[in-house]
Structures are given as structure tokens and as C-alpha cells.
């Protein structure tokens, strides 16, 4: 039961990732090159619970996955339709938090903490560890792993 609560809130955190696209206006610029590149949970921990896999064996990785760009420019997609969906927005560094916006003149829609070379969603019923990566991990790696 916990894993399904674990799993639902993942999806949330997936959803609110990139709600919608954001302004092309690039004007709110990163003020931290070395944040940029592409990045996609490593785990999720919720209460005394540490999950990295799904039921089935296959990978967490693919819940979210964005690329924050040199540009300022932070691209989400759906694992399941790779490049088909993307969601653009901007991002930019605020002392240890590092903002998402989908309109530049409005709130963040995510706030995530730089904890080291993580970026961690804190969440109430949870929090949500996206990792750098060089290249995603793709739903066929996760599929070929539970053989």
C-alpha cells in the first residue's frame, strides 16, 4: 500500500513538473551555468521508505526527466513519448533553490533545493531526488534490465 502512495505522489510530482509551456522570452536568464544539463529522479523517499525501482523492476528515473538549458530555458517531456510532448519554461538560481517558471512575471510553479549535486522536490508526503545525468534513461533500458 505504502508503494502505491509513493508511486501516486511520483505522478503528481511528474505532472507538476511542467504543467504547461512557458513564455519564449528568455530574459529571467540562469544565473548558474553549472546547473544546466539534463537531470531525472535517482530516487523517491517517503517516511522511512526509499524507493528506485518500480513494481516490475523497472527503473524510477523515466517519472521525470528535464534538461535545463545554458539559455535559461528548462525542457521537460514524458519518458513515454520522448521527444513528441515537450514542455518549455524557464528557470533561473536563487541562493540554494533553484526556481521553475511557466510565466516569467508570475510565482515558480516548482521550487527545487540544490542539496549538492542533487535537486530535491520537498513535498509533504515526500521528497523527490533528480540526479545529472549525461543521458536519460529510456523506458526500453528499464524494460531490458527486468529480464
Do not use: H, R
Amino acid at each position: 500500500m505504502k508503494k502505491i502512495a509513493v508511486l501516486s505522489m511520483a505522478a503528481v510530482l511528474a505532472a507538476g513538473c511542467f504543467v504547461g509551456c512557458g513564455s519564449d522570452d528568455s530574459s529571467k536568464k540562469s544565473s548558474g551555468s553549472k546547473y544546466a544539463g539534463k537531470y531525472e529522479v535517482s530516487k523517491i523517499v517517503s517516511e522511512d521508505q526509499e524507493i528506485t525501482t518500480l513494481p516490475g523492476g523497472s527503473s524510477i528515473a523515466t517519472f521525470i526527466q528535464f534538461e535545463l538549458t545554458d539559455d535559461g530555458k528548462a525542457i521537460g517531456w514524458d519518458a513515454d513519448k520522448g521527444e513528441e510532448e515537450k514542455d518549455v519554461a524557464t528557470w533561473s538560481v536563487d541562493g540554494s533553490e533553484l526556481k521553475i517558471f511557466e510565466d516569467e512575471d508570475k510565482d515558480p510553479v516548482m521550487t527545487l533545493k540544490i542539496e549538492g549535486d542533487e535537486l530535491v522536490m520537498d513535498e509533504t508526503s515526500g521528497k523527490a531526488y533528480l540526479s545529472k545525468v549525461s543521458e536519460y534513461t529510456t523506458i526500453a533500458a528499464t524494460e531490458a534490465n527486468e529480464d
